[in-house]
């Protein structure tokens, strides 16, 4: 009998390869870290509240996979629209960044600022231009310094905790959706009237949560004669030649050795290369120590009130502020709460291991609650509990030189004759659920094929245009 295919994680992008290969008869196994599927996409009941990891929803450019979704979901997939605000000096900005609001909330000296820095960047262009490889240069370059200051840099440097000098402007290109100051500008007077890059505003949200979807697929694949471990943490690879011949895991404690034909990873890049080169050169250790990975922790909170404001999530741009978003979850759906009730999740990005990370539970409250009365939300009388999520591998830090790290552990993989990568982690790119989800089915047909393609995978939904985003200029 032919050993199973096994896939690193239980996530939108695993899931995705184990349901298409269970459908074809492929005998598959999916070894998943947490107690539930999901991912990164996973959702926590808290009582009876369910949190999301992350303002997560579903839309896809991908017919066939919306189709798949919708026909999987039934009459539990919602269509839901967003309203989302930047929170800044006591003002409330629409998201996205769009002229006229900023005109109308600046007010007219910090319009005239933004316009005199905006005409020195066109004076400089000239001269003597700017660095545009990381996020400062690239940002300051079209909209001047002061509204860099203002809105770009001090949410970024909190988001990733390196300063905006660090951080490739890959990122920046991306992720904001005006072009520049001039853009904005003409658009404002009339003279520019061809379409915004922008995001999208309605899409589609399970009625529990975004990991109803994931607990359906994965219910799906064991149908279909799939198996899925949960619990299992991968903790090596047997490597003979070119080939990987078993994976290692442990349950509660205990090693167990599942042989393979195949490997489908969506762990962590350098987790992966450290397991397929125990003994790596000198580049791929550096490769390994430089690619790295926001954390992130949740803290969610109950409340004894029907609504706590009108908005699906809120940015907070101030570096003062430790968290860098505002969710309410019941805004994506009515069933995220009990009846007449709400709840928040603070998003606050963090380094496992800083303080926030190991902060006692109740300390991070009071210093949250401080924060959101600074903003003007009083949570004291109605706050009902809290309870922390934390996330290890929330975000890829896109930092300076980050293509020839990413590279390099990826030609580590392509050594393996039966390894494949994918997914937001497996190949170290930001990436939505449904661009991991198409990564996952495409895995599975090279895999069925027994035709390896690593650079097909990797290069789905790589259009040089704005990616629909979950925060300010980042997330």
Same mark, same amino acid.
């Given at each position: 009998m032919k050993d199973p295919i096994v896939i690193l994680g239980g996530g939108p992008c695993g899931l995705s390869c184990a349901w298409e290969l269970a459908a074809q008869g492929w005998d598959v196994v999916v070894?998943?870290?947490?107690?539930?599927?999901? /991912?990164?996409?996973?959702?926590?009941?808290?009582?009876?509240?369910?949190?999301?990891?992350? @303002?997560? $929803? *579903?839309?896809?450019?991908?017919?066939?996979l919306t189709s798949r979704i919708l026909d999987l979901m /039934?009459?539990?997939?919602?269509?839901?629209?967003?309203?989302?605000?930047?929170?800044?000096? @006591?003002? $409330? *900005?629409?998201?996205?960044?769009?002229?006229?609001d900023l005109v109308e909330n600046l007010g007219l000296g910090l319009n005239l600022k933004a316009l005199l820095g905006y005409a020195g960047e066109l004076i400089r262009r000239r001269i003597s231009p700017r660095d545009e490889s990381h996020f400062e240069g690239w940002v300051t370059a079209r909209f001047g310094r002061p509204l860099y200051d203002r809105f770009f840099g001090p949410y970024t440097e909190k988001l990733w905790g390196i300063p905006p000098t660090q951080i490739s402007s890959d990122w920046a290109a991306q992720r904001i959706s005006l072009l520049n100051l001039g853009d904005a500008a003409l658009?404002?007077?009339?003279?520019?009237?061809?379409?915004?890059?922008?995001?999208?505003?309605?899409?589609y949200y399970p009625r529990l949560g975004m990991g109803q979807l994931f607990d359906r697929m994965a219910s799906r694949m064991c149908r279909e004669g799939g198996i899925i471990h949960l619990g299992a943490d991968v903790t090596g690879l047997d490597v003979v030649g070119n080939r990987v011949k078993a994976v290692r895991y442990h349950v509660d404690g205990q090693e167990y050795l599942l042989p393979c034909s195949w490997v489908f990873s969506t762990i962590s890049l350098p987790a992966l290369a450290r397991y397929i080169a125990p003994q790596s050169t000198n580049g791929v250790e550096t490769a390994i120590g430089n690619l790295r990975s926001r954390a992130l922790r949740f803290l969610n909170i109950p409340?004894?009130?029907?609504?706590?404001?009108?908005?699906?999530?809120?940015?907070?741009?101030?570096?003062?502020?430790?968290?860098?978003?505002?969710?309410?979850?019941k805004r994506r759906s009515s069933e995220m709460v009990p009846q007449g009730k709400t709840s928040i999740m603070l998003e606050i990005p963090c380094s496992v291991g800083d303080?926030?990370?190991?902060?006692?539970?109740?300390?991070?409250?009071?210093?949250?609650?401080?924060?959101?009365?600074?903003?003007?939300y009083n949570i004291d009388s109605v706050a009902l509990d809290h309870h922390s999520v934390w996330v290890e591998h929330g975000y890829p830090i896109y930092h300076l030189g980050y293509q020839h790290d990413r590279d390099t552990l990826l030609a580590e993989v392509a050594k393996m004759e039966n390894v494949l990568t994918g997914g937001r982690q497996g190949i170290f790119r930001y990436i939505f659920l449904d661009t991991a989800m198409e990564m996952g089915i495409e895995a599975a047909h090279q895999i069925m094929q027994g035709s390896r393609n690593l650079k097909h995978i990797q290069s789905i939904r790589t259009e040089k245009a704005l990616l629909e985003i979950d925060a300010l200029t980042a997330t």
């Open positions: 070894l998943e870290r947490e107690p539930r599927p999901g /991912g990164l996409c996973a959702t926590n009941t808290f009582g009876e509240y369910r949190f999301d990891l992350g @303002g997560h $929803r *579903f839309l896809s450019q991908n017919q066939e /039934g009459a539990d997939m919602l269509v839901s629209e967003r309203k989302s605000v930047v929170m800044h000096s @006591g003002k $409330r *900005f629409a998201y996205p960044l769009s002229a006229p658009r404002l007077i009339g003279l520019r009237r061809s379409p915004i890059r922008t995001y999208a505003r309605r899409y409340l004894d009130i029907p609504d706590f404001s009108e908005n699906t999530w809120m940015y907070i741009a101030e570096p003062q502020y430790k968290m860098s978003r505002i969710q309410e979850p303080k926030i990370w190991e902060a006692d539970g109740n300390t991070l409250f009071q210093e949250m609650s401080l924060e959101l009365r600074s903003l003007g």
